[in-house]
């Protein structure tokens, strides 16, 4: 065999092998660029969706470029439209992330506008540091676990009220709300109690307060029987006083303004101007609704005075006197027979 025949039959076994690596680099960049082509296209789609104000269906194209493909630029896209949409501490830990990707070239052209976002989302997201026992007690902020006691970390959380959830097998689940502070932390401390110790606590009737019968050796002094409440009841006299007096007022008023109607009416002819009013009946007419006016006046007055004296009375008197003698206070009022007027009469 030639030397020339000898190295090109050498040859051949190389070049197939050439062949292979080339095909298997074809297999392997053909997808992987479709796919870059694939999530292009989705991020330029939400883009677009952010543009028309669908900020929720941007964010949907956004989740499905980062499942393709998980890259500083999709989590950053899907972080603004989460801001968009108020969901501060989703927005937040993306936002975040994709900042510290400081040498991707397209965070590196937008840093100044994520960090500007980043700034904005800040005001509406505080830290939530959970401390406590079990160890190994799964903790939930708003139902989203967020891991188990020690935490490492603080957790993130929307600014307002959350609700924490600590639970363990064998323990009592403690849900308590907390109110989280914009860019401050906030600090909770939760001990779970065993559920054994809690049931049996609770399984021990509530026994009933020895009563003082008022003998034997340990009693302490009788309790006075007998004794009226004397505050009480001058309160109930008030509200009986301010009654009366509202309801004079209130018929003073009445006749005031009958009279002031009487007195108007131009057939009568009186007018506070004239000598003696106009006649003997405008006269009469005038100073009865004068001094009707000054009754009222001076009802409702009292009636103020005495409703005030009453409600303090009311509040500065105890009624266990009362309550343990069974003795009824009340107030009664009726129309007064064959006559115009009210009547009220106190009952002890």
């Known amino acids: 065999m030639r030397w020339s025949d000898r190295v090109t039959s050498a040859a051949r076994p190389k070049k197939f092998l050439y062949v292979i690596a080339l095909a298997a680099v074809a297999v392997t960049v053909c997808p992987t660029l479709a796919m870059a082509d694939e999530v292009e296209d989705l991020l330029r789609k939400g883009i677009d969706l952010r543009r028309e104000g669908r900020d929720q269906d941007a964010l949907e194209t956004f989740r499905k470029a980062n499942q393709l493909a ?103 689940t403690v849900t308590r709300s907390v109110i989280v502070t914009p860019a401050e932390l906030n600090r909770e401390t939760i001990f779970l109690q065993q559920a ?42 008030g509200v009986a006083g301010a009654g009366l007096f509202a309801i004079g007022g209130a018929t003073a008023l009445l006749v005031r303004e009958s009279k002031a109607r009487w007195f108007s009416d131009q057939t009568h002819a009186c007018d506070e101007n004239l000598p003696n009013k106009g006649s003997a009946s405008c006269q009469d007419a005038y100073q009865t609704g004068q001094t009707a006016t000054k009754l009222a006046v001076g009802s409702f007055i009292a009636a103020g005075v005495l409703g005030a004296a009453a409600t303090a009375l009311f509040l500065t008197t105890p009624s266990s006197s009362d309550a343990s003698h069974g003795s009824t206070v009340g107030l009664a009022c009726a129309p007064l027979g064959g006559q115009f007027g009210v009547t009220c009469a106190t009952r002890f």
């Open 196 to 237: 054994s110790s809690t049931s049996a606590g609770q399984a021990e009737p509530a026994r009933e307060p020895e009563r003082s019968t008022g003998s034997g050796d340990g009693g302490g002094p009788p309790a006075e029987h007998g004794s009226p409440s004397w505050g009480r009841r001058l309160a109930w006299v």
């Open 70 to 172: 998980s890259t500083p630029r999709t989590v950053a896209q899907m972080g603004l439209a989460e801001q968009a949409l108020g969901r501060w501490t989703d927005a937040f830990e993306h936002v975040e992330w994709a900042l510290l990707a400081r040498t991707d070239p397209w965070i590196a052209k937008n840093r100044s506008v994520l960090e500007s976002s980043l700034a904005t989302i800040r005001k509406h997201v505080g830290e939530v540091e959970i401390l406590g026992d079990p160890k190994g007690a799964e903790v939930r902020i708003d139902g989203r676990l967020q891991g188990t006691l020690p935490l490492a970390r603080s957790i993130h959380a929307a600014a307002g009220t959350v609700s924490v959830e600590v639970r363990a097998p064998g323990y009592l």
